[in-house]
């Protein structure tokens, strides 16, 4: 495997963002899948993926999921699906956080900790963590550990020490929230200094740090993630038409950057997926 490739991944949705906002923000099983497809077809290779419920509100409702990933395989995409288990951070009661195990991503996000998330208290207690830890291992889910501070990289750790999350370790910095660490240099490499040895790390960041964090994930050797989750703007004043276009920015930096997109096979390889 070139150990210069990188693996795009892409955030279509998220719980927060709204169509009132960029009215391009896919929210319904078929527009999630399209975005999918569509960033898919520009280079990412894993996407990340919350759905919402007819009202555009947070949902963890299983049938959801279960249908954009129908969707996502029945056009012959192969990108790799990661379900949030989130719960809209804090919306969502821990026990509708499980559902979308059961429709068989291929990750899911490991949220390593408790904070304060913007005007919310975004709950993952030790036993709640050990629990989704074990039902993803149980059922040959990737662990995405999700980390917003340095302390979430110790809480990740107590739980890595019992064997519930295996090698190799796939880490997303998620930078910028309010209530978590910065998205500045310094950040990211006091972060990226305090993992395992082996250690494999992506950065995504809020707004108008997206693109500037994710250039320097690129130049550290790290990967990367983009997507109206996180930014829904392309430029200054200027909406994203689509999360594919973002896709498309950040696949062409890598390339003038000497480093090609991974396809999704290739993805698995690198995360040791099966």
């Known amino acids: ?82 379900f949030s288990t989130s719960g809209g951070s804090g919306l969502v009661d821990e026990p509708e956080r499980f559902n979308s195990l059961s429709a068989g991503p291929d990750l899911a996000s490991f949220d390593a900790g408790s904070m304060n998330f913007n005007e919310r208290v975004f709950l993952n207690p030790p036993a709640f963590l050990e629990e989704l830890a074990q039902r993803m291992l149980a059922n040959g889910i990737k662990a995405e550990i999700e980390v917003f501070d340095r302390g979430m990289i110790e809480n990740a750790a107590a739980v890595i020490a019992q064997g519930l999350i295996k090698q190799p370790l796939w880490w997303q910095f998620a930078l910028g929230v309010k209530g978590g660490a910065p998205a500045t240099p310094g950040s990211l490499m006091y972060l990226v200094d305090s993992l395992p040895p082996g250690s494999l790390w992506s950065v995504c960041a809020v707004g108008s740090r997206q693109l500037p964090m994710n250039v320097l994930a690129i130049a550290m050797g790290g990967h990367a993630r983009t997507g109206l989750e996180d930014n829904l703007y392309y430029r200054r004043g200027e909406l994203a038409r689509s999360n594919a276009q973002l896709v498309a920015r950040l696949a062409r930096i890598s390339r003038e950057c000497g480093r090609e997109p991974a396809s999704p096979a290739e993805a698995r390889q690198i995360l040791g997926l099966a």
């Open 1 to 82: 495997m070139d150990k210069d490739k990188i693996i795009l991944s892409v955030a279509t949705t998220g719980t927060w963002p709204a169509k009132a906002q960029n009215p391009n923000l896919p929210t319904t099983p078929d527009e999630i899948a399209r975005a999918v497809i569509e960033s898919w077809r520009e280079g990412a290779s894993v996407a990340h993926v919350h759905v919402r419920n007819d009202a555009g509100g947070v949902s963890c409702e299983l049938a959801r999921f279960r249908r954009v990933k129908e969707l996502i395989r029945a056009q012959g995409c192969d990108i790799l699906i990661n």
